[in-house]
Structures are given as C-alpha cells and as structure tokens.
C-alpha cells in the first residue's frame, strides 16, 4: 500500500488540514447546522466525498456560499449530484453544493440558456472570475432532492483545486457542531490469513462483540491473523450515524494500522471494497474496516507496519488488542480483546492444503498484471490495478432458455474489481440487428458494443450473472396533463422501459424544443418556464423517447397555451 511520504503534496495537505483547524467558514445554510452523514463513509464502490446537512426535510431552504469566491461551475446530471453550484475560493479550495432544487434567478437563467442551446436537461456551465463573485453567506441556490438523492438534504464537498484531491469539510464547520459523544465500536471479526493461519481451530473469520472500553473476550488462534471493525460515529442533536474520523489498532502496545478520513484522491474511491469487508456489507449492510491491507491496496489514507497489519501468532500466550476510535472532536471510544495462541499446527498445515486444493480449483488471477479469462463464448479481460491481490475465480456456464446466449457465472462470491474490466460474450447465432441486443446482469442492464459477433462492455462486479438479452419493444409513453380542451400550465409523461431502459427524452411544441425535467419515470415541463408565449392557441406536441437499443415511441398530441 501507499505510505504517505514527505512530498510537496503531502505538505500541502498538512499545510491545509492545520489551517482548516483554524479558518471557519459561513454556514452552507440558514437554519440549524445539522449533519446526517460525514465525510468518508463507506458506501459501495465509493466513500462519501462529503457531508450531509439536514434541510429540516423539505426543499427550497436557502443555500448559501461558505467563503468568499466566485461560482465557476453549474451542473445538471453528472455524477449523481442533479442540480449542483461550484464556488472557486481564495484559498486554494472548491465548495461543490449538490442535489439543489433549483439556482438563484441569474444563475439558473445560464442553465436554462444553455440546456436550450444544447437541446439537452444534462449540461455543464463553466463560469469565469467576473462572471458571478460572491461574499461568504450570500444566497446562490435552494436546496432540493435531485439527482442520487433520497430524501432532502444538502451534499457539500470541498476539492482541491491543485490537484482533485476531496478533502474533508467538516473541520470548516466545528464551530457550528456540537459532539461529546464517543464513536461506538458494534462488533470486532478477526480473520484467518488464508491458508496461513487459523482462528477457533479452523479456516473461518470470527464475529463477535466488545463492550465498554475492556473486553474479556478472548479469542484462540494460530498463524497469521487480521482484525476488522464495525463502528459508527455520533453527534449531539441527531440520531444519525457516521464515519469514524480515525481509526488505530495496536498489538501489545505496539501500532500495526491507522486510518485518517481526511483526504483522499478521486480514482481511490473502489479501493473501500478492499478496505472494508465488501461481501460482509453486501450480505448484512454492516462495514467491517480491515486492519491490514493487501499487497496492492494504494489507499493513501491508511498506515500499516511492515506486516501490512497482519499479526502472526506464534507463541502460545496472550496477546492484547487494542482499538482506538477517535472523532474529529477529540472524543475517543477504547476497545481491548485478547488473542490467545494455541499450538495448533495440524490444523495450520490441512488449511495450507485446502487452500492449495482452492487455487487449483479455478481460474488463477494476479493482482500485478493484465488477466484474461476465456470459456465457451466468453472472454474477461482484467487491467492491472483491478485487483489488489492475487485470486481465483470460478467460472459457470449454464445454457438460458432464449437461446441468446449462455449464463456466466464469473464468481460464487461477491467479488468488486478496483478498475472496470471487461467482457466479451458471444451470440450464438448471426442476428440481422445487433444493436438490439446488450449484455445483462442479474442486477439489470450493462450494455455492450457489437464487433464480429461478440458484444463487450466494461464491468465492476464479478459475483454478478451476466447474459446477453435483447430489446426489441420500444418504451412505454403515457401523457398525464389536462384534457386537450383546457389550457395547459404543465405537461406531463409517465415514461418507463423494462428492457434496456430509457436513453433519452426530447420534445418539441410547433417545432421549438421544449425542456422537461425528470424525477423517478415523471417527465414535467413548466411551460411558463419554457419560450413559448401564453397566447391561449392549440399548438402540436412531439415527444421523442429512445431506449438504449435505439427503439423508439413518438407521442404526437395537440394542447392550448
């Protein structure tokens, strides 16, 4: 893994971390300054690159600038953050304010302006110095429920602007929370390495729980073990959990792992698959963060010895582990277990066997080079980097009643890649339109390009079931305004798509492009907010809506406005 070594970047970073300690911005908000979520959070494939403020759930509350800036950048669409502003500061940073309701009146006219340029609701507006300055807490957006959002709030990150790097806002705003509570550890799993070590006499992790700052739990093992937690964090003032800032583990005193939620570079985002126990979450929800890494882990927010956190048991005596959890305030949560060593070689050396007997069972991956994995009608091409340690995959071929192609099984187990790769299928017979057929996972809809009978497209998750699947039948457009004999104020669609899913919407009133905006199948236009002037006359609809296999459905309707 990553060391964090004495760079110009490192002390950049140092440089900023002391003075966020110091500098307090203005309040995102106007109303209490409440958290729901905090910086650095596993989730799947990615941390949380922010915090989360409480918007006192409903949209449309006030949403201020944190310093003083000018607004660079409008978005609409990207990265799951629906309708977001970006203020360039003084300091060196990037405040990005997402999942919006909508834009003070001046910026939003540049969105608006710009998605009838392109014909399109997903824009992105970059904005130079003069354009729109602002003072610390003036107004330049109102807050909503856009984009990968479930319920009202306000996402807030700060980036670096020399480097991308996300670094954590809430140093920014400790003046504005309150927390003397410590972070709670919920359970510990220690881990047998494979075939290297054993835990309770045999090759399987163990689960269990501490309480209070000492623990009597103890815990026989022999060989190589590591050591996992599942904590939360807590604030004053909400029932929310959150991520714990920093994270230690010592071994008879001695420091084997740290983790700091401080910073972190945008592409390290897949590696928490690896730091946390990504099948654990993917079967009970809970995290459980890893004191050891493995050999091509490059997270650069974690710190392990030279044993990359593993401990070896191999006298038979006590040895005493201890978690320290602390938050960004200071209050720590100590937790102790002990682990004893118990000879136990025979069982060490059948481990050793069965875990020679799994890597001859199937296909052998290394995380240091480029992997390709072929079978009848399929080939998986791997980067290097996708990995972070060597693995075996077992791969399953069944036959699929359609006759489009096989099954792939690619794995038994969930098992997450730091980087796509790819996957070629075949059909299995010509086709005389391949750009109706896709590849499908048990999750849904991948995609796929067609060359010479194969369709591939990149994938992140090899404990999927992949298949290709066509889609012939275009989407479903159903109109849901008013009566075509009174006047219009809103148009409305209900649109959905069980096959490849909907790829696009466009529509067009006389001739003119119209926008609609979208929220969970309910296409809506304001026609207020649109060029079309309220001259009570019957005027021609056309909506377009495509599919990502290129089926089409043209809904053609007449209404007054």
């Not at 730091?275 to 710190?303: E, M």
């Not at 969930?414 to 790769?421: H, I, Q, S």
């Amino acid at each position: 893994m990553r060391v964090r070594l004495v760079t110009v970047a490192a002390l950049l970073a140092a440089a900023c971390a002391a003075v966020a300690q110091s500098v307090r911005y203005h309040s995102p908000v106007d109303i209490p300054f409440l958290m729901s979520g905090s910086f650095g959070e596993p989730r799947p494939n990615h941390f949380h690159c922010g915090i989360d403020v409480k918007t006192q759930g409903v949209v449309g509350k006030r949403v201020l600038a944190v310093s003083d800036g000018y607004v660079s950048r409008l978005t609409v669409g990207y990265d799951g953050f629906g309708n977001a502003a970006y203020v360039t500061h003084p300091d060196g940073l990037v405040s990005v304010y997402c999942h919006l309701n909508a834009f003070v009146p001046e910026l939003q006219q540049k969105v608006r302006s710009r998605q009838y340029e392109e014909e399109s609701k997903r824009v992105d507006v970059r904005l130079a110095p003069g354009d729109f300055p602002v003072k610390a807490g003036e107004l330049i957006a109102y807050s909503g429920n856009t984009g990968a959002s479930l319920a009202p709030h306000l996402h807030l990150e700060l980036h670096r602007a020399s480097d991308g790097a996300l670094v954590d806002p809430l140093p920014y705003f400790r003046h504005l929370v309150k927390d003397d509570m410590k972070p709670v550890a919920h359970g510990v799993k220690l881990y047998p390495c494979p075939g290297q070590g054993v835990v309770n006499g045999g090759g399987k992790a163990a689960v269990f729980k501490v309480t209070g700052d000492a623990s009597a739990r103890v815990v026989r093992a022999w060989g190589k073990v590591g050591a996992a937690v599942w904590a939360d964090d807590y604030m004053n003032g909400t029932h929310n959990k959150f991520g714990i800032h920093k994270i230690s583990l010592k071994v008879d005193g001695r420091e084997v792992f740290q983790s700091l939620l401080d910073e972190f570079m945008p592409d390290e985002n897949p590696l928490v698959n690896f730091w946390g126990d990504y099948p654990h979450y993917r079967k009970t929800g809970h995290w459980y963060l890893k004191a050891f890494a493995d050999p091509g882990n490059s997270l650069g927010l974690l710190r392990t010895d030279s044993a990359r956190g593993w401990v070896d048991i191999a006298q038979e005596r006590d040895y005493r582990f201890e978690y320290t959890l602390e938050d960004l305030h200071g209050n720590k949560r100590v937790c102790r277990f002990t682990v004893r060593g118990v000879r136990s070689d025979a069982l060490l050396a059948e481990e050793a066997g069965r875990e020679r007997q799994r890597r001859l069972s199937g296909s052998q991956l290394f995380y240091n080079r480029v992997n390709v994995v072929q079978g009848p009608g399929m080939e998986l091409r791997i980067p290097v980097g996708a990995l972070t340690k060597d693995e075996v995959i077992r791969v399953r071929i069944e036959a699929k009643p359609d006759g489009v192609s096989n099954l792939y099984t690619l794995h038994d187990e969930f098992f997450p890649l730091a980087k796509r790769g790819t996957l070629m299928l075949a059909l299995r017979d010509s086709v005389s339109y391949p750009e109706k057929y896709y590849i499908e996972s048990s999750r849904g809809y991948v995609g796929g390009t067609y060359k010479e009978g194969w369709l591939s497209a990149s994938i992140r998750d090899l404990g999927e079931r992949y298949a290709l699947a066509v889609d012939t039948v275009p989407p479903v457009c159903r109109f849901r305004s008013a009566a075509k004999s009174r006047r219009a104020a809103v148009l409305k669609y209900e649109v959905a798509d069980k096959g490849s899913g909907v790829k696009s919407f466009k529509a067009y009133a006389d001739g003119q492009f119209i926008l609609f905006t979208s929220e969970r199948g309910l296409w809506t236009c304001r026609l207020a907010d649109t060029p079309l002037q309220p001259e009570n006359k019957v005027r021609r609809l056309v909506v377009r809506v495509t599919d990502r296999c290129g089926n089409v459905t043209v809904d053609e309707r007449n209404f007054i406005y």
